[in-house]
C-alpha cells in the first residue's frame, strides 16, 4: 500500500512558475515508476509527465515539454513536478500516481496504468 500526498498548488498569473511535492508513504518508493496528471473541469484526467523508477527516464505530454520537469528524491520518498511558464489552460487539479515496476525502466501515461493516486492539489494560472 502507497499512500501519496500532493502539495504546492496555487494561484498564479501566467509566466509564473510552481512546483508541486508529492510525497510517498512506504519504504519501497523507489520500486514504483511516479506520474504526474491534471484534471480541468469538464475534462478527462490527462497525461502531464512521468519518471521512471530511478529516474533514469522521463516522459512529458507535448503541451508541456520544455516547460515542466518531473524529478525525483527516493532518499526523501518524493516526486516533483516544477512548472514554468505557466499558462491559463495549465489550470487544472494536479494528481501523482504511482505504478509498481520493481527495476524495470517503464514510464506509462495512461491513467489506468497506475495503482495509486493522491487526491489532488488545485493549480490556477490567471492571465
Known amino acids: 500500500q502507497v499512500q501519496l500526498v500532493e502539495s504546492g498548488g496555487g494561484l498564479v498569473q501566467a509566466g509564473g512558475s510552481l512546483r508541486l511535492s508529492c510525497a510517498a508513504s512506504g519504504r519501497t518508493f523507489s520500486s514504483y515508476a511516479m506520474g504526474w496528471f491534471r484534471q480541468a473541469p469538464g475534462k478527462e484526467r490527462e497525461f502531464v509527465a512521468a519518471i521512471s523508477w530511478g529516474g533514469g527516464s522521463t516522459y512529458y505530454a507535448d503541451s508541456v515539454k520544455g516547460r515542466f520537469t518531473i524529478s525525483r528524491d527516493n532518499a526523501k520518498n518524493t516526486v516533483y513536478l516544477q512548472m514554468n511558464s505557466l499558462k491559463p489552460e495549465d489550470t487544472a487539479v494536479y494528481y501523482c500516481?504511482?505504478?509498481?515496476?520493481?527495476?524495470?525502466?517503464?514510464?506509462?501515461?495512461?491513467?489506468?496504468?497506475?495503482?495509486?493516486w493522491g487526491q489532488g492539489t488545485q493549480v490556477t494560472v490567471s492571465s
Open positions: 500516481a504511482a505504478k509498481w515496476t520493481g527495476t524495470r525502466v517503464v514510464v506509462t501515461t495512461t491513467p489506468g496504468g497506475y495503482d495509486y
